[in-house]
């Protein structure tokens, strides 16, 4: 009998109590093709180490994890389908991330399918879309997010900036939801920590098209700007930090999405001192022998990629401590038993809030520097804690408007 | 004042870019009619070729070697492939280009791996040439102006002065009457289609280093070639060069332009408050080629300066 | 330019074309419909295919352009996403009552289909009076132009998460709730029937036949007394309407759409999946639909190279099957009817042994080289052999077969030429 049967079967038989399937499968649903093919490879083969050492140190409850991979290939209409056949063939907790848009659209089929197929429930932990309508006004009972949301990266962010002191600020960003809920982020919460800061330029420009950033640049430079905040992601990321580079521009820009794959590499020695962005930690912190030894294994068996992706880690272990203490797989009680749960993660002690299903963590903003124990991108250059840069778990939380609605 | 020196510097030089990704598309797609997608890829592999070149010897090694493998590469192309399929029309071509798209960008990401490589600018061109009120400067960009004004002075000569270019720009027009005077149509079409391809190559030598060199630099290169080629006018390189010059210009001018829709159409009532005041002018530059494009299609078929149709 | 693609080809008519009779394809279309769902297949198919018959309707309305009136369009996806995000407002609407409280769900295409008519009416107005290259371009432009500003009204386009509904709603017609997938099945299955049936109408209205006759000689068109841009509006509202019909389709089936649906990508893929299905054959586009939104969910099960291989079957198609699919199948049939069949048969053989054994060479290459870059120390094994990069067996088991596989083509070759 398949794996899907027999929990079908013991749902009938026992109204869905206490039996696991043989393999706890997870459905990885990431982009691994075409051209953004790799930043999935980097997610996909953190959980691979991930899953190997939890089964090999007994699995949950004896039973191993079973990774089962499906290209979603970056589109909304195609993370449906594999989502579809990942549930007939028994999937009940997926993994997803690169793409606030296609969370949203697996989030809003996740509601509509567990009301439509009671028993057969699903759950998705989401490991790095951070468009915070996902934990606030569109939060859902089956979403779980391990990684900050925009208003918390910004958060940690201008908590720096008013640290550091900078008089300043521009902010940029990316001409549509994200970008827009980065600007307004940043604005109100300078205005409300330090009404002496000065916004001196709040700039929109079209996602992925711009090729030549440096009229934005002169733009900043011409603003007397003492350090950029921004949102951006992908090129538009790395060719605005280039292009400051290129002009001279010395000011720290704080970003988001700084630690992407490559990015190091494409800035190479212009992304010293000048690039920032805010993490759940990394490896060039004091790390305990343990995390060194995890660290190690990954940059031993995958090579092509850096130990960025923590959270995946950090997101597995607490689901299985969740299906534990559920003592079963099925989303429901899973789902209950991560709400709410603490879980003592090698940066600091973390809490799933149950209100929002939002992961509450410290945070810590890094830059590139050279000399270091772990580098990135196989350059000389590694990612190391910015100083002041520690956020606490309680400061970089922010309040939440969620309203759950949680199944009887 | 500094506004519109740096709108007009860096105009020319997004434009001088535009037009050397593009002139090479100007040639295949003019003469032969092959809206050739695959050319983002081989303005890619050009890109890639560099930075292993760069890597075992230097940059001008790989300045010169590149494009010549890259043009190699579209010679191959066109005679196996291309040159099969042109009897069955040019959707048939410009569907071959679109498997061709796929089959390079995976075997760039074999070769070089999923995520970007360190191609970097020369050291010997990895200084600030000047500062201008405030900023600097790169030497790259003056070097950039250099390579792409020889670009089109070589071009101008092969195309104007040489009995090769002759007979290519006869065939650009009659392609039919050249064959019927002797010429080996095939070959012609073979090394066009090869310079097409190494001229895209070269593009990616200047552009690799200058932007970032990762698989997705093909993707993210999209349409805007075939704008500038068609907004010239099909057959015009003359055209081509213009329209990038002007596109470079219009785009950069938007981006210093702090307006609003608000601001624009304030007499209408037009406000901030709602979503169409909100859209700044900056925000619609990239939009704005193909607004162009459009308008002038309409207009006049043959684009700016071409001399026929289609 | 562009114009005369498809018209060179057409020179070469399908003498059976105007005679075949519609019944028996509608005929085998409908027993098929109504015979998979006694299959009892799993949801992931039936999910599958809807997604094919969303893809056949849309596939056929850009055959309507491409095949029919030989308009070469890189924006066709634009009237399928308008349509689409105006059905999903519609469905909000319905949801909330009022008004539209009482609009069954189940003729949500029939919106789409005005919204897509309307569409197409608007853009096609001034583009239509080009053809070929600057009608192509003008297409191109659109659907950036478009995309890019559905970006800057998120009240209408959602921004980046688009805008999603709940089909659950509103008046029950035939006792579908269109919950379940099963029950989607019914609802699409009935919207492609009606879809193809529509279409192959309009092929034999005389504005269908005047369009291809426009295609292929617009001059000729206007002697007549017929204006041929008018000719290309007209068919270009048709084409966008029944696009709108299958984007309706779809708001039902995936209850959310982005941007994305209506960029240029999605126009591209249309375009493909019909060029690979046949623009010469009515029932082309519909192979071609069915077999690229197959690939395009199934494939990546299979290799994480799948693209590689995308790309090889399509410069494959053009080279050897420039008439598509349903040209492959028509030749194929045509032999097999004629007196050459036993003349022909080894060739054919050859033929295919010769591609069974490139293929495996292509697969063996791609799959050892695929591994050996991605780093994470898998190694290929087919049939439980190791084949890794390294390794002289691999390349033996690449090399091989490739050079068997030349051989045998030549030899079928050669065999063809020496009869003729």
Known sequence: ?408 | ?310 | MIADATSRADMRLDPEAGRASPVLPFGVLVAVLLLIPALDLSRSTLTLLNHCGIAMVFALSYNMLLGKAGMLSFGHAVYFGLAGFFCLHLLGWIGEGGAFGSFPVFFLPVAGFAVGALAGAVIGWPSCRRSGTPFAMISLGVAELVAALAYMFDSAFGGEMGVSGDRMVGPELLGLSLGPVQEVYWFVAFWTVAGCAGMHAFSRTPLGRLSEAARDNAQRVQYVGYDPARVRYLVFIFAGAFAGMAGGMAAVQDEIITIDALSLAPSGAILIATFVGGVRHFWGPVLGAVLMTWMESNLSDYSEAWLLYLGVAFILVVIYAPEGLAGAVAGAWRLARSADRARMAPVLALRLAGAGCMTAALVVTVEAAMRWSSGHGETFAPLGVPLPHDAPATWIAAVVPAAAGLALLRRARRIEETRT
């Open chain 1, 1 to 408: 009998m398949t794996c899907k049967a027999w929990t079908l079967a013991a749902g009938l038989a026992l109204g869905a109590a206490g039996h696991a399937c043989a393999d706890i499968k997870l459905g990885y649903l990431d982009t691994l093709s075409g051209p953004t093919g790799g930043v999935g490879e980097a997610t996909l083969t953190t959980f691979q180490l991930a899953v190997d050492r939890i089964n090999a140190a007994g699995g949950v409850a004896g039973e191993p994890f079973a990774l089962e991979v499906y290209d979603g290939k970056g589109k909304p209409d195609e993370v449906l389908v594999q989502f579809q056949k990942a549930i007939d063939d028994g999937v009940r907790h997926f993994l997803l991330a690169n793409g606030s848009s296609l969370v949203a659209a697996l989030v809003d089929a996740l509601n509509k399918y567990n009301a439509r197929n009671p028993g057969e429930e699903a759950l998705l932990i989401n490991y790095g879309a951070s468009a915070t309508e996902l934990t606030e006004e569109n939060c859902s009972f089956w979403h779980f997010r391990f990684t900050p949301h925009a208003g918390m990266a910004v958060n940690a962010l201008t908590d720096y900036v008013v640290k550091q002191g900078f008089g300043k600020v521009y902010v940029i960003g990316q001409d549509y939801v994200w970008g827009r809920n980065v600007a307004d982020a940043a604005v109100s919460q300078l205005a409300e920590k330090a009404p002496g800061i000065e916004i001196v330029g709040n700039e929109l420009h079209p996602v992925n098209k711009v090729k030549d950033f440096t009229p934005y640049v002169q733009k900043i430079i011409s603003a007397g700007a003492d350090v950029v905040i921004t949102g951006n992601w992908g090129q538009d990321m790395t060719l605005l930090v280039k292009s400051a580079a290129d002009s001279g521009a010395t000011m720290p820009f704080l970003t988001v999405f700084g630690g992407s794959i490559g990015t190091v590499a494409a800035l190479g020695d212009a992304a010293v001192g000048q690039l920032y962005y805010v993490s759940e930690g990394n490896s060039n912190m004091e790390i305990s022998a343990e995390q060194k030894a995890l660290v190690d294994a990954y940059e031993a068996r995958f090579p092509d990629y850096d130990y960025t992706y923590h959270r995946n880690v950090l997101a597995l272990k607490m689901l299985k401590a969740a299906i534990e203490t559920a003592g079963s797989a099925d989303a429901i009680p899973v789902a209950k038993a991560l709400e709410g749960m603490t879980f003592d993660d090698e940066f600091g002690p973390v809490e799933m809030r149950a209100d929002d299903h939002q992961l509450l963590q410290n945070l810590y903003v890094n830059t590139v520097a050279k000399g270091l124990a772990y580098t990135a991108d196989k350059t000389d250059l590694g990612w190391t804690l910015a100083e002041g840069g520690a956020v606490s778990k309680d400061r970089a939380a922010l309040p939440t408007t969620c309203e759950m609605k949680r199944p009887e």
């Open chain 2, 1 to 310: 004042m500094d506004v519109i020196v740096f709108a007009l510097l860096n105009g020319t030089i997004y434009g001088l870019l535009l037009f050397m990704m593009s002139s090479g598309l100007t040639l295949i797609f003019s003469m032969m009619g092959v809206l050739n997608f695959a050319h983002a890829s081989f303005y890619m592999l050009g890109a890639y070729l560099a930075y292993t070149v760069a890597e075992a010897s230097t940059f001008w090694a790989a300045l010169f070697l590149a494009p010549v493998l890259v043009g190699l590469l579209g010679m191959a192309v066109e005679r196996w492939g291309l040159r099969k399929v042109h009897a069955n029309g040019h959707v048939a071509e410009l569907l071959f280009t679109f498997g061709l798209v796929y089959v390079i960008d995976e075997l760039v990401k074999i070769v070089w791996g999923r995520t970007a490589v360190n191609y970097r600018v020369p050291e010997e061109l990895n200084f600030p040439l000047m500062t201008l009120f405030g900023a600097d400067f790169p030497a790259y960009r003056a070097f950039i102006l250099v390579v792409a004004a020889a670009m089109l002075g070589a071009l101008w000569f092969i195309l104007n002065r040489t009995r090769a270019g002759t007979v290519i720009r006869a065939a650009l027009v009659e392609p039919d009457m050249v064959g019927c005077l002797g010429h080996n149509v095939p070959a012609i079409f073979m090394s066009v289609f090869g310079i097409g391809c190494a001229l895209a190559g070269l593009a990616g030598v200047i552009g690799g280093n200058t932007f970032i060199t990762d698989p997705a630099m093909a993707a993210q290169m999209g349409p805007i070639v075939f704008v500038v080629v068609v907004l010239g006018g099909l057959g015009s390189l003359a055209g081509a060069f213009m329209a990038a010059m002007l596109i470079g210009y219009l785009q950069t001018a938007a981006i210093s332009i702090d307006w609003s829709m608000a601001d624009i159409f304030a007499a209408a009532g037009v406000t901030e408050a709602t979503e169409f005041g909100r859209i700044s002018v900056a925000s619609l530059s990239t939009a704005i080629p193909f607004l162009l494009l459009v308008l002038v299609l309409i207009a006049r078929p043959s684009g700016l300066m071409g001399a026929r149709e289609s």
